[in-house]
């Protein structure tokens, strides 16, 4: 069992930063996938971003340039560095473990406002 507790949400104007923190605990150690996804009111939840053991990052065309996914194993925690932020990223962010995922966490709220 993993589990997983996001932090880091917030209210946040258009064009500003917030960053996104996801403790794991539990069995964290044996998932090389760790990743961030979202959902906005009315809509499915979608993918933003992923990393792979340390270096392998991935992300979603809409974030590409404006989000950075991390990871520190040594603290069982992947950071969301969120910048550029605009109105369509409010959403509710969970943090997931697996590829597919296989755990979730409750979610933060992030909401951007102009």
């Known amino acids: 069992q993993v589990q997983l507790v996001e932090s880091g949400g917030g209210l946040v104007q258009a064009g500003g930063s917030l960053r996104l923190s996801c403790a794991a605990s539990?069995?964290?150690?044996?998932?090389?996938?760790m990743g961030w996804y979202r959902q906005a009111p009315g809509k499915e939840r979608g993918w933003v971003a992923s990393i792979i053991r340390s270096d392998n990052k991935m992300y979603a065309d809409s974030v590409k340039g404006r989000f950075t996914i991390s990871r520190d194993n040594a603290k069982n925690t992947v950071d969301l560095q969120m910048t550029g932020l605009k109105l369509e990223d409010t959403a509710v962010y969970y943090c997931?473990?697996?590829?597919?995922?296989?755990?979730w966490g409750q979610g933060t709220q992030v909401t951007v406002s102009s």
């Open positions: 539990g069995s964290s150690a044996s998932i090389n996938a």
């Open positions: 997931a473990a697996g590829w597919p995922p296989l755990y």
